[in-house]
């Protein structure tokens, strides 16, 4: 288990002090998939660096299984850190080294004999799916092998947490998945905690099973994905999961009323939802923006709908998407008329 009790983080510039980190507490338990994330400048990266104290916090404590890592001295940090590794976005690895001599290396810092670190780099390549790249060099491959590669060599040590400081964030969305898919069957079968940075709600949606939301240097936001991006509270987080929210494109035709539904697994693959509700119901909702993706035969992400007519067929409408059945959905309804939103 990560306790982070009242973290505080400030640096000094020539313009004055700057708060990064402003009392974060969290706690991320083992075996977890946890995203954090918030917008460019919100302290994600500082906060995943003073979990491993490459940053050291100005206040508060960072706590391992209950271990306090400000209280150990460079020994017991040095082993603490080949327990909490870390992937990045650049990849960081040695160009001048091949993708096994990248991946021996922690293994060889640690006194591991030649021999068997080479064993245990060849066997970590290929539950990266590259054993064929072990005399390769980072240049020859891809983004994603690069990457791929850099997950090895993090797991080389048996960590115990995988800190990815926006791993995928220079990977294009096919890859993206890959890397997220690898990385979600690794916390599966070696049972890693993982702890996600990115500020891509499509990543933490993908794989997290708890999310913080940064803010500022604040956590303005924290719980499971599902009830997250169903019902976002606050503001950062609503820009987050709706982003036309913060653009300030939410503005329905004359007569027309709002209607957000929330697929969170939703079995609509199959179920023509809209086309069924305008043959049934005789209300014929127009898509005003949407973001989903279908998983299989499950729909993730969310539609904004214009609902034309009065109460009547609002409240219609309203009812009859919500007792579809096989559609888990959260509406979220906007009256024009006077800016409010309230939940149907």
């Not at 002090?17 to 974060?24: E, G, I, N, R, Y």
């Not at 083992?30 to 919100?42: H, K, L, T, V």
């Not at 960072?62 to 271990?67: F, I, N, T, W």
């Not at 539904?261 to 086309?275: D, I, K, W, Y």
């Amino acid at each position: 288990m990560i306790e982070l009790r009242n973290l505080s983080k400030s640096f000094s510039t020539s313009g004055g002090p700057v708060d990064a980190l402003k009392h974060v507490n969290l706690t991320i338990n083992n075996g977890d998939i946890y995203g954090i994330i918030g917008m460019s400048g919100a302290g994600k990266s500082t906060l995943v660096r003073c979990i491993n104290l490459l940053e050291r916090p100005s206040e508060g404590s960072v706590l391992v299984d209950g271990k306090d890592l400000g209280m150990m001295n460079k020994k017991e940090l040095r082993a603490v850190r080949r327990r909490v590794t870390m992937i990045f976005q650049g990849f960081n690895l040695l160009m001048q080294r091949t993708c096994l001599k990248n991946v021996m290396l922690p293994l060889r810092l640690a006194g591991v004999s030649k021999k068997e670190a080479e064993e245990r780099a060849m066997k970590l390549l290929e539950t990266v799916g590259l054993p064929d790249k072990a005399n390769a060099y980072p240049a020859q491959l891809s983004g994603g092998q690069q990457q791929r590669v850099a997950i090895a060599r993090a797991l080389s040590t048996d960590p115990d947490v995988l800190l990815c400081d926006e791993a995928t964030s220079a990977l294009d969305p096919k890859t993206t998945h890959a890397i997220l898919e690898l990385i979600r069957d690794i916390n599966a079968k070696m049972g890693i905690t993982v702890i996600i940075i990115t500020h891509q709600m499509s990543v933490v949606q993908e794989i997290c099973s708890r999310v913080a939301i940064l803010e500022h240097g604040t956590v303005v936001e924290e719980g499971d994905v599902a009830e997250v991006f169903a019902n976002p509270k606050a503001q950062a987080t609503q820009n987050l999961v709706y982003p036309e929210m913060a653009q300030g494109n939410i503005s329905p035709a004359p007569g027309g009323q709002l209607v957000r539904l929330v697929f969170n697994g939703a079995n609509t693959v199959q179920e023509p939802l809209l086309a069924r509700m305008a043959m049934e119901k005789g209300i014929a909702a127009s898509v005003h923006t949407a973001s989903v993706r279908a998983v299989g035969e499950k729909t993730y992400g969310y539609m904004l709908l214009e609902i034309p007519g009065g109460p009547d067929e609002l409240a219609a409408a309203v009812k009859y998407l919500k007792a579809t059945p096989n559609v888990n959905v959260q509406v979220e309804v906007t009256y024009a008329a006077d800016v409010k939103e309230e939940q149907a």
